[in-house]
Nanobody, 122 residues
């Protein structure tokens, strides 16, 4: 069983930067695909970014070029660097993990964190 704990959320000004972290425990972190998803009030949860066990990355079009996902297997941690955030990036951000191939579908992920709130002020 894998446990995921997000941190780093908070209030950030539009155009600023923020880094989210997700610490994993209870599994072989390096063998998992790690993803970030978000859910804004009144909206469905949506894919943000994912990184494979080999370091390959994939981003949603809405964050491509602004956000960067990375992982540190020695620290069992995945990061989401948010640069130039916009008000529409305001949401609860969730970290998720799954085995095998990278996917953008939230239903494919087996383990989830509790979420961290990110609020972007304009």
């Amino acid at each position: 069983q894998v446990q995921l704990v997000e941190s780093g959320g908070g209030l950030v000004q539009a155009g600023g930067s923020l880094r989210l972290s997700c610490a994993a425990s209870g599994g072989t972190f390096s063998s998992y695909v790690m993803g970030w998803f978000r859910q804004a009030p009144g909206k469905e949860r949506e894919f943000v970014a994912a990184i494979s066990w080999g370091g390959g990355t994939y981003y949603s079009d809405s964050v491509k070029g602004r956000f960067t996902i990375s992982r540190d297997n020695a620290k069992n941690t995945v990061y989401l660097q948010m640069n130039s955030p916009k008000s529409e990036d305001t949401a609860v951000y969730y970290c998720a993990a799954r085995k095998r191939v990278l996917t953008m579908r939230d239903r494919d992920y087996d383990y989830w964190g509790q979420g961290t709130q990110v609020t972007v002020s304009s």
